[in-house]
């Protein structure tokens, strides 16, 4: 059975902290890794996007990706409240999604 | 551009009714996604179409749900008969093939409350 595990929280970051979000996965055959970010009664929307082990850095978000320990994490700096939403990780080929972290961040 | 459009947005059944939720993604998208999400869980994905035939089913349960892509654009999503189960948020998303992110664009979703 093809997992995507991820700590359901909540999370909770005062203003301007770093956020760490992780996620493992089962399939050593996975090949991207996406993080979707979800309010609450809201759609999910894609915010980063990665396939090669390393970091990869868009503005406040950092995604880290660890293809031989089967972790992808998601780093936010100087987080806002409007960063308050459950972070869902997904994975590729076959779209898997995880259950979502809760991230409270509190002014 | 306009987002993925999804209807009804709110459904209320009795269980062993049927329903029937329908989608149309981004003008240009070859894929179609449909997807269950439970409260508190993560998206499940149902089916995926590329154009109007289908690339995977295997999470669809076949007894009770279909789905179909005709002409390759709009798409429905049929349960019969519904179970109190099968109560969630249906998620519409689409794509395209020339995106190498595979960045999915979401509808606002139908929730389907089953009595």
């Known amino acids: 059975q093809k997992e995507v595990e991820q700590n359901s929280g909540p999370l909770s970051v005062p203003e301007g902290a770093i956020a760490s979000l992780n996620c493992t996965y089962s399939?050593?055959?996975?090949?991207?890794f996406f993080w979707y970010r979800q309010y609450s009664g809201k759609s999910p929307e894609l915010i980063m996007f990665i396939y090669s082990n390393g970091d990869k850095e868009d503005g406040r978000f950092t995604a880290q990706l660890n293809k031989a320990s089967q972790y992808v994490s998601l780093l936010i700096r100087d987080s806002q409240p409007s960063d308050s939403a459950t972070y869902l990780c997904?994975?590729?080929?076959?779209?898997?999604f995880g259950a979502g972290t809760r991230l409270t961040v509190k002014p | 551009e306009a987002g993925v459009a999804q209807s009804p947005r709110y459904k209320i059944i009795e269980k062993r009714q049927s329903v029937a939720f329908w989608c149309n993604p981004i003008s240009g998208h070859a894929t179609l996604y449909w997807y269950q999400q439970i409260l508190g869980q993560g998206p499940k994905l149902l089916i995926q179409?590329?154009?109007?035939?289908?690339?995977?089913d295997s999470q669809l349960p076949k007894d009770r749900f279909s789905a179909e892509r005709l002409k390759g654009v709009d798409s429905t999503l049929k349960i019969q008969p519904a179970k109190l189960e099968d109560s969630a948020v249906y998620l519409c998303a689409s794509s395209t093939m020339d995106d190498p992110r595979n960045e999915q664009f979401f509808g606002p979703g139908t929730r389907l409350t089953v009595l």
């Open positions: 179409f590329q154009n109007n035939g289908v690339v995977d």
């Open positions: 399939d050593r055959g996975s090949q991207s």
């Open positions: 997904a994975v590729l080929p076959d779209m898997r």
